[in-house]
């Protein structure tokens, strides 16, 4: 049996400029959307995280005081990169990010919602199948913007501002966005709705697993920001 080990070292580093990623991407309320969709044949992992101080003097019961109010929700994601220039775009958007320090919109990449009426050019409506939306996720940070996605590869961000009932059956609910649409928008031409959460990344570490000579994997763990306005509006 033969082993053998590799290491290699870098004898400069080249600078990357951080631009916004090419397949797609663009600003959405003033920070960059992660327009790179997760390896599915991988479960993405989710903690719901509280920060807490426990008191017990050990007597009578213990006293829990949860300091943030609500859970922090930390998301493992994976991405495989398929080419050194895919790479390169996600090193350049990881340069974009700084690590723990800027905040980005990352879509859940699958069907959130399901629209049921053609969007006409400037409306600022949607109306879709009945989910709730309205009793019980209009508040939620991360369910309340959206992203549109087209089959000719577009992209539709929108901030939804308000959600109510459109018919006396309660099979339809009709979101009202914050902007007109620019363009009309059949049922045909939907390929997925999606929510968007403005998040950031976890560490400041990021690995890159070469799987082959030009393929690799990255895994990040990026968490829910939940102060959307203060980050969305600098």
């Known amino acids: 049996i033969t082993q053998a080990s590799w290491s290699f070292e870098g004898d400069r580093n080249e600078p990357l ?29 989710q903690q719901y995280l509280r920060l807490t101080s426990l008191l017990d003097n050990g007597v009578n019961s213990v ?3 949860d300091h943030g109010k609500q859970a922090n929700i930390v998301s493992s994601v994976e991405f495989i990169l398929e080419n050194k220039a895919q790479v390169d775009e996600f090193k350049n958007w990881l340069q974009q990010c700084a690590g723990r ?47 549109i996605l087209l089959k000719n590869g577009d992209s539709v961000y929108r901030h939804i501002t308000g959600a109510a009932m459109s018919d006396s059956s309660s ?24 929510f968007m959460g403005l998040c950031r990344l976890e560490s400041d570490l990021v690995e890159f697993e070469w799987l082959t000579h030009d393929i690799a994997r990255v895994a990040l763990k990026i968490r829910l920001l939940s102060s959307e306005g203060a980050y969305a509006t600098t």
């Open 171 to 194: 099979q339809k609910e009709l979101l009202t966005f914050d902007k007109p649409l620019r363009q009309p928008i059949s049922l045909k031409d939907i390929l997925m709705l999606s």
């Open 101 to 147: 320090h800027k905040p980005f919109w990352m879509p859940t990449w699958q069907a959130d919602l399901h629209s049921l009426e053609l969007m006409a050019k400037g409306s600022r409506n949607m109306t879709i199948h009945n989910i709730g939306y309205s009793m019980h996720y209009q508040t939620q940070f991360g369910k309340q913007d959206v992203m």
């Open 63 to 65: 006293t829990v005081d």
């Open 17 to 45: 400029q951080a631009t916004l990623p090419k397949k797609g991407g663009e600003a959405y309320r003033n920070h960059p959307v992660l327009t790179f969709q997760p390896n599915r044949s991988n479960p993405i992992g």
